[in-house]
């Protein structure tokens, strides 16, 4: 789409909404079961595009990608109907004979912007939040992600007029077209930088935004943990789409009495899921381009490499990599890696962790290892991050019963599950009162006694 059919493509999504066509819940449930059913369809054509982007396994595909899709359209069309309704709340007595509730209603137009590195799901899981809220929406795919954006393209084109849903796609310049444009919702997933510019468009119109950023998550680990679990669930969370994911463990942060050990392990665990050697590991995706290996090649150099530190650019390949003794004042520890690189930092005192971490930005997940439970309180108590995890990471991500998102520069606004639905929904408060009869107490003139019954019902 050229920049210049934007407005138009606006236009008629505006009179699309304001026929309040996609009020009727029944009518956003029928939708959302028709997006699954299109995505199921479509089931072989995405896992092989995301293969052909980003080297994805299928098992990293359908978990990541097409599974959890369709997991939260599931659960949206469960609970939806319960979700819409309004929800009667108390009213004071001095209101009476009032009674009040909250309703929900869709903002209206919505821009969801798509970052490469979970191109379907990121998607689809703030479009279904969208259309269950009743909003229409234009998606914004990125423009790396070619193959899987023409089956995204695909799906939605089947199962939805433009008028209410439309994929924009195109590169920086349809970007700042469609951020030029009037939005009533924009969801944005990408880099802090970007992250910026968008709250700043939006800024001009009082739009409200939800921004998930991702930032430079820590995990920690304690000399009480348990060690073996520890390292092969970090290094499968670091890993898992070659580190292109914003809840990626980005650096560690070890205990000095295990430290050794746990590097070990950590490589054991690389060679256990990847051979010895991982360019041949069918489990094992790629970078995203050429530009993206130079940046890790390039933020790697000088470092004191454990293990790994290959890679080809032909191959978008970048081998996963283990660097100690790393400086604070280090490429690796100045922003979000983003890529299949662990940074190992030694601690002796576990408040001398939490320092660390207070020290720099808050992040969008804070992991820890220990199986003391006053040190596990400790951590959570110490520390701010827009989620937390003791004993495991990434995949409190799956969990939809919990609100997923930021907080300062890793992110705002919480989705997922219900909180998809409530994020995009303006949550509108109503309240009725009879006109059978009115008290007149509270008209001028102003009796002495009703002022002192005020008084009392304010303390």
């Excluded at 896992?47 to 990541?64: C, I, M, P, R």
């Excluded at 009476?96 to 590195?117: A, R």
């Excluded at 510019?197 to 998550?217: C, F, I, S, Y």
């Excluded at 283990?322 to 400086?327: G, K, L, Q, W």
Aim: aromatic letters at 10%; hydrophobic letters at 40%; charged letters at 25%.
């Amino acid at each position: 789409m050229k920049p210049t059919d934007i407005p138009g493509l606006l236009t008629k999504q505006n009179v699309f909404f304001n026929s309040r066509a996609t009020l009727p819940v029944n009518y956003r449930i029928d939708k959302l079961k028709q997006l699954k059913k299109a995505i199921q369809k479509y089931e072989r054509e995405i896992l092989d595009a995301l293969y052909a982007d980003l080297g994805k396994s299928e098992f990293e595909a359908f978990s990541g990608e097409v599974g959890l899709s369709v997991r939260e359209i599931s659960f949206h069309i469960r609970n939806l109907k319960k979700w819409s309704k309004p929800k009667r709340v108390s009213t004071p007595l001095f209101l009476f004979p009032s009674k009040s509730c909250i309703c929900k209603q869709p903002y209206g137009k919505v821009l969801i912007m798509v970052p490469f590195n979970y191109p379907l799901m990121l998607a689809i899981i703030p479009l279904v939040g969208a259309i269950s809220a009743g909003n229409v929406a234009i998606i914004k795919p990125s423009e790396l992600t070619a193959k899987t954006t023409v089956v995204i393209n695909k799906i939605i084109s089947e199962t939805f007029n433009p008028e209410h849903v439309a994929v924009v796609q195109g590169g920086v310049e349809v970007g700042r077209e469609l951020l030029a444009q009037r939005w009533d919702m924009i969801f944005f997933t990408g880099s802090l930088p970007v992250g910026k510019m968008v709250m700043e468009a939006a800024a001009k119109n009082l739009t409200p935004v939800v921004l998930e950023l991702g930032g430079k998550n820590p995990v920690v680990v304690d000399k009480d943990a348990h060690l073996e679990t520890a390292a092969k669930r970090i290094i499968w969370g670091k890993m898992f789409n070659a580190g292109q994911s914003c809840v990626a463990p980005d650096y560690l942060l070890v205990n000095e009495e295990i430290r050794e050990e746990f590097l070990k392990l950590l490589k054991k665990a690389i060679v256990q899921m990847y051979t010895e050697n991982p360019k041949e590991s069918k489990d094992f995706a790629r970078i995203i381009n050429e530009k993206a290996i130079d940046r890790l090649v390039k933020i790697t150099e000088n470092e004191t490499i454990y293990t790994g530190g290959e890679s080809d650019r032909k191959e978008n390949y970048f081998a996963p990599t283990i660097i100690t003794d790393v400086n604070a004042d280090s490429p690796l520890m100045q922003e979000e890696i983003f890529g299949p690189v662990l940074p190992v930092i030694s601690f002796n005192e576990l408040d001398d962790a939490i320092h660390h971490i207070n020290s720099a930005e808050k992040p969008l997940v804070a992991y820890f290892f220990s199986e003391n439970k006053k040190k596990q309180r400790k951590f959570l108590d110490s520390t701010s991050s827009g989620d937390a995890c003791i004993n495991e990471v990434v995949v409190h991500f799956t969990n939809f019963s919990l609100p997923f998102g930021g907080i300062g520069y890793s992110g705002m606004g919480k989705y997922q599950g219900k909180y998809s639905f409530e994020a995009f929904s303006h949550r509108r408060s109503v309240m009725k009162t009879t006109t059978r009869f009115d008290i007149p107490f509270r008209y001028p003139p102003i009796k002495k006694y009703v002022l002192k019954a005020i008084r009392q019902v304010f303390r």
